[in-house]
């Protein structure tokens, strides 16, 4: 009988936990849906947001990377705390403060108050992320857990779908007249609930012998990434001064600083936030480059077509919402058949996706070009489904091709540093094209539009040529 197990059974039989455990499935989901529902949702709301608090272009995009930024320095520190004290206690007290800074999102009156509340979401959202995972992990063996974590999957992509549609809902319904606070606020009576829940069907466990937390590491890694992302959100709008210069110097070092620590406490049998020894392996180390570079053209890539259809089209947040459909649509057919088509072409299934993507780009670039901000809008349908396929065939088996190639008991490990990679690109890409787009608006949003679409097709077929690293099929 395993340490989870035992912990299990004997809390169940001493303070009384509803004997059913998949009622705890639902509550710890909860969180799931709502960290990466707002990640989505938010897209459609920058254009209202922006109008109403009379925000900057770059406190605009640190709503949507200072969110990602935290959420991937955090997130290996967060499972670590989540073993140490209490797997519970760090998902109810993410929870907790996902809730509340949900509501300091909803109630801010500048945007300096709207970032900063969205910087703790981002911590919050790390500690529930990992947690969640780790709790199914302990409740669920065998086919239960395939079954646990297939649902765990489609709440997860039902809440990225569905974002954009159910922020332009919200939008156009305006309940209470809040406008796109609501799309904060939703968060609210969900958080309150499974908060109340969650004592009640989720045991409590923890790893007794599990290490100490990390401290220097994560403080390397937070300035080390926010040393790129800072200056590439800021800079373009105070003309690039000497500090953004001297900072992205600093990056370089700062990362040399955390490798140089993180292999001297590995030695002194400490347990480092990264396990330095998974870049021995170089299919690993390029599915982590591959895995960056992929998700820096994902929210990036929703943000400057949110700006186009609603401040350069006019459209309002649901027609917007609805044109995201058509993508994600496509998104869950190509999906659905990614799996299958992995474990029978391996590797190559994400190579000829990250190519459909970037051909989707390509179509995108092309039909606005001829139609501008005033054309059918049925000429961008074709390059929406082909982005939504490339999306489907890519995102679907990254992970998975990366991790085939390590021993089994380096997967959590592993699993954290690819969750990190997929933020901190989230972040960089946003502030990339973020830099690209607005720097571009002085000759309209069409042509705004167009260059941030050429460079994120450049990076997909860069994502393309670095899938002949991965592991082959297995």
């Given at each position: 009988m395993t340490t989870h197990e035992f912990t299990y059974t004997d809390l169940r039989r001493r303070s009384g936990w509803v004997a059913n455990r998949w009622l705890a499935l639902p509550v710890v989901l909860a969180g799931t849906f709502m960290v990466v529902l707002d990640f989505f949702i938010v897209n459609v709301a920058l254009p209202s947001m922006q109008s109403e608090?009379?925000?900057?272009d770059s406190a605009i995009e640190w709503v949507v990377a200072g969110y990602a930024l935290n959420s991937a320095v955090f997130v290996?520190?967060?499972g670590r705390v989540g073993d140490r004290f209490g797997r519970r206690r760090a998902f109810s007290l993410g929870l907790a403060l996902f809730t509340l800074a949900s509501a300091a999102c909803g109630a801010a009156a500048t945007p300096t108050e709207l970032v900063i509340a969205r910087l703790i979401q981002g911590v919050?959202?790390?500690?529930?992320?990992?947690?969640?995972?780790?709790?199914?992990?302990v409740l669920y063996t065998g086919s239960d857990r395939l079954r646990a974590l297939s649902v765990y999957g489609t709440a997860m992509g039902l809440a990225a779908v569905g974002g954009q549609l159910i922020g332009g809902v919200l939008i156009a319904v305006d309940p209470a007249g809040l406008g796109w606070r609501s799309c904060f606020l939703i968060n609210l009576p969900v958080g309150v609930a499974a908060l109340a829940l969650a004592p009640r069907v989720i045991p409590e466990s923890r790893e007794p012998s599990s290490p100490r937390l990390d401290k220097l590491?994560?403080?390397?890694?937070?300035?080390?990434?926010?040393?790129?992302?800072l200056p590439l959100l800021e800079g373009r709008q105070h003309g690039w001064p000497l500090w953004t210069w001297l900072s992205f110097a600093a990056a370089p070092a700062l990362l040399g600083g955390l490798v140089i620590w993180e292999r001297g406490l590995a030695r002194r049998g400490g347990e480092p936030l990264l396990d330095v020894g998974l870049f021995a392996h170089r299919s690993f180390s390029a599915g982590l480059l591959t895995q960056l570079c992929f998700w820096a053209g994902q929210a990036s890539f929703f943000v400057v077509l949110a700006l186009y259809l609603q401040v350069g089209r006019g459209l309002h947040p649901l027609p917007a919402g609805l044109v995201f459909t058509i993508l994600a649509g496509a998104y869950v057919v190509a999906s659905m058949r990614a799996p299958a088509l992995s474990a029978r072409y391996g590797r190559a299934v994400i190579g000829v996706g990250a190519l459909v993507l970037a051909s989707g780009h390509g179509l995108l670039l092309a039909a606005v070009s001829?139609?501008?901000?005033?054309?059918?809008?049925?000429?961008?349908?074709?390059?929406?489904?082909?982005?939504?396929?490339?999306?489907?065939?890519?995102l679907a088996p990254l992970a998975s091709t990366i991790l085939q190639s390590l021993e089994p008991e380096r997967a959590g490990a592993a699993s954290g540093m690819l969750t990190t990679m997929q933020n901190v690109g989230n972040a960089l890409g946003v502030a990339i094209s973020g830099a690209i787009f607005f720097g571009a608006l002085h000759s309209g949003y069409a042509r705004a539009f167009e260059l941030a679409l050429a460079e994120l097709a450049v990076l997909l077929v860069g994502v393309a040529a670095l899938t002949r690293l991965l592991p082959g099929r297995a």
């Open positions: 608090l009379g925000a900057s290996i520190l967060a919050a959202a790390a500690l529930l992320t990992p947690n969640v995972l780790s709790i199914i992990g590491g994560t403080v390397l890694a937070t300035a080390a990434v926010t040393a790129v992302v001829g139609i501008g901000v005033g054309g059918d809008l049925a000429a961008l349908v074709p390059g929406l489904l082909l982005v939504g396929a490339g999306m489907g065939l890519v």
